[in-house]
């Protein structure tokens, strides 16, 4: 296979990518096998490969800073602060980048970073997409967002209640509503279409004397 000359990788190709780096696969190797310069190869994992932090016991934070002690924590840091210096890792940082091939990644405690060519295809399309000038979101934190609200509201919460249960979320009721008609949560399975179907079941308790 070839891409020499494409300006877009397409999914087929980007789940290549994916393949060989959790085969520990090298960027080189993987170039050659896709047809591909290994600069672009690079580019496209330190584009969109992602970040996921650690969490114990359901609270979000890290290990993985080099001032922890000399702050007063105990290991762990529940809060993201300007002194965070992240206690490198030799082999992602040296090699790949990414830890997809890591045979240590279920143990190791640092912040990881991954490359998952469905959400990398994902973001590359959001990118393209003319209808969403004016939302002053990335892919990450449109994705943040909506693994926060997409369940909630298709099980029949309100935009208002999910709001309330997660104040991180700093956007307004009104603001959601219309990402929502705009279809920008379409790609995470949420659309206008949910709240319509909850203000008909809503409408559908009232005349049957339930509400």
């Given at each position: ?34 047809g ?11 584009k ?8 114990r ?7 993985d ?21 992240p ?65 909630p509201i ?33 790609p ?21 004397g339930?509400?």
């Open positions: 296979m070839n891409t020499k000359g494409s300006k877009h990788l397409d999914l087929q190709y980007r789940n290549f990518i994916e393949q060989g780096l959790n085969n520990n696969s090298s960027k080189s190797a993987i170039a050659l096998v896709i591909m310069d290994k600069s672009s190869i690079c580019k496209e994992i330190k969109h490969s992602f970040e996921v932090k650690f969490s016991q359901g609270v979000s934070g890290t290990y800073c080099q001032n922890i002690a000399s702050c007063g924590f105990n290991a762990f840091c529940k809060s993201e602060c300007p002194k965070r210096i206690i490198p890792c030799k082999i992602r940082d040296k090699y790949k980048g990414v830890c997809n091939g890591c045979d240590k990644k279920s143990s190791c405690k640092l912040t990881k970073r991954f490359y998952s060519a469905q959400r990398a295809h994902a973001e590359y399309r959001y990118s393209l997409v003319d209808s969403r000038e004016g939302i002053n979101l990335t892919y990450s934190e449109l994705h943040d967002i909506a693994s926060v609200i997409v369940k298709k099980n029949g919460q309100s935009v208002y209640a999910v709001l309330q249960n997660h104040p991180e979320i700093s956007y307004c009721e009104k603001t959601i509503y219309n990402w929502i008609e705009m279809g920008v949560f379409q995470f399975g949420l659309s206008n279409l949910d709240l319509r179907s909850k203000v008909g079941r809503m409408v559908l308790c009232q005349d049957s339930h509400i």
